[in-house]
């Protein structure tokens, strides 16, 4: 009965997804924190930043890779990223009968920080060990609470009063749930996860300027091979590689959507090498900047 209940659940969390998500893409919605995507075909492996949230199937399959491990979610399953990831992600099982739907929703730290010292305390995060990426089944209150805050695109002139109020019961939901223990990480004040997390937001906003990783570990309150060690545990990578693609990332989108050359690109991103920026660019993406760009623009042409 309950399983009746949840797979009920997910075709109409399925449904609302699709009334949005009509055609083949990602859909931004009037909710800033939320997006719903949809696939009619499976899709190439694709280099992003997955941002702290929660991601949501409820139809196909999709795969997630986090420094060479692979994480796989399909229909009635989410994922948990507790804090912002450099990963290579594509959907894998897909047709036009049966397209992949999914919603992203991130999440805000300070909401979570606030909800989960409200909440009754849990065993210590400590005896669990930290997976910055987690997959847990739907719950019927989770796919109740998700339901409702994509209904409330229907109704803009509340979104600004209901939406932070939905987006608090996701969070306590998920700090109730299987996910808990994850998200407790990064909660608990002065934690390692916590500091981690802080530094990883300060790189995301000036991934362009010189790093040095002595100042990162002092502002992380750790000794620099404790700090490198708790990065690579959090990111899968080491904070220079993290770093590195963001610039590179960040390239890309600069070349693909405004026309630039590699040379501008690298410049703009914080290279001083032209030919060091291409290097690094075909180790990460398999391609020359001027290839790699030129297949991209065929591929969505096509």
């Given at each position: ?25 990602d ?9 719903v ?101 739907l ?38 749930s ?65 770093q ?47 290839r ?5 623009r ?5």
């Amino acid at each position: 009965m309950v399983d009746n209940d949840l797979n009920s659940g997910v075709e109409k969390l399925a449904a609302l997804i699709s009334r949005i998500a009509q055609n083949d893409g990602d859909h931004l919605t009037a909710i800033a924190s939320l997006s719903v995507h949809r696939r009619n075909m499976a899709t190439l492996p694709v280099h992003c930043i997955y941002q702290m949230g929660l991601g949501v199937v409820v139809q196909g399959a999709k795969e997630i890779m986090l420094a060479g491990k692979p994480t796989h979610y399909s229909a009635g399953e989410s994922l948990l990223t507790t804090i912002d990831l450099p990963v290579v992600s594509h959907v894998t099982r897909a047709s036009q009968r049966e397209p992949f739907l999914g919603l992203m929703l991130t999440l805000d730290p300070r909401v979570v920080v606030q909800i989960a010292a409200l909440m009754p305390p849990a065993r210590p995060s400590k005896e669990i060990p930290l997976n910055p990426l987690s997959v847990e089944p739907l719950d019927e209150g989770l796919i109740d609470a998700l339901s409702r805050l994509i209904k409330l695109l229907d109704e803009p002139d509340l979104i600004t009063h209901l939406e932070p109020l939905i987006q608090q019961e996701i969070v306590m939901r998920l700090l109730a749930s299987n996910h808990g223990p994850q998200l407790r990480h990064i909660a608990t004040a002065g934690s390692p996860s916590q500091n981690i997390s802080r530094i990883v937001g300060w790189l995301k906003q000036n991934f362009t300027r010189p790093v040095s990783m002595e100042e990162l570990a002092a502002n992380a309150f750790m000794s620099p091979s404790t700090f490198r060690q708790h990065f690579r545990a959090m990111t899968g990578v080491s904070p220079l590689q993290y770093q590195k693609k963001l610039r590179l990332q960040e390239a890309r989108q600069q070349m693909l959507s405004k026309n630039l050359d590699a040379n501008s690109a690298a410049l703009m991103v914080g290279y001083e090498s032209a030919s060091q920026f291409s290097r690094e660019y075909r180790r990460e993406f398999g391609e020359s900047p001027q290839r790699d760009i030129k297949r991209m623009r065929l591929v969505g042409e096509g």
